[in-house]
């Protein structure tokens, strides 16, 4: 083999070295062409989840209109409505409320390790005191994005209005006062 074929291949080797180098983040030292022992201190390239990977929802919160206390409930807290409530935050596919808030709205224990954050406290009489029914009917319809689900995607605004006058009477009937977690 020719002085000029051998010096062609060994600048190939270098030149494919060096850019095997660059691409794990090591540049090669201008004197000896061999890798530097510090390494670049830049920021790791931002990318995207991977396939399959949850993105983090768990400091959503919620987007309500500024005048969603403002909005008075058009159903009459009858007992009926109350029942029709019940019914609707018990079913699986309507408002599903039990998954997370529990039957008493106290959570459901047995869901909690699966859930993103722990859900409010619905039999808390002062965090539910604190909310209008307009507040909790938002709440209940639009939900928190990655969170809990939106109620008006499941249920009619009617229906949705029965829940809050079911999730008012969880709080009364529960007679504790528990800390807002």
Request: net charge positive; charged share 30%; proline share 8%.
């Amino acid at each position: 083999m020719r002085k000029s074929n051998k010096l062609v291949i060994v600048i190939l080797v270098v030149t494919s070295f060096a850019i095997t180098l660059r691409s794990f983040g090591q540049e090669p030292s201008p004197e000896t062409g061999k890798p530097q022992t510090e390494t670049k201190k830049t920021a790791p390239p931002q990318r995207p989840n991977p396939p399959g990977a949850q993105p983090d929802f768990s400091k959503n919160t919620w987007e309500l209109p500024a005048d969603a206390d403002k909005t008075n409930n058009p159903v009459e807290a009858t007992e009926e409505s109350v029942a029709k409530g019940k019914d609707l935050y018990l079913a699986k596919m309507k408002g599903n409320c039990i998954f997370c808030h529990g039957e008493t709205g106290g959570g459901n224990q047995e869901n909690l390790p699966k859930l993103r954050r722990t859900p409010a406290d619905l039999s808390n009489k002062e965090h539910i005191a604190g909310m209008s029914d307009g507040e909790l009917f938002w709440k209940i319809s639009k939900g928190i994005n990655g969170i809990m689900p939106a109620g008006e995607k499941r249920m009619t605004e009617e229906e949705r209005w029965h829940v809050v006058n079911y999730v008012r009477r969880l709080s009364k009937e529960s007679g504790v006062i528990n800390e807002e977690r």
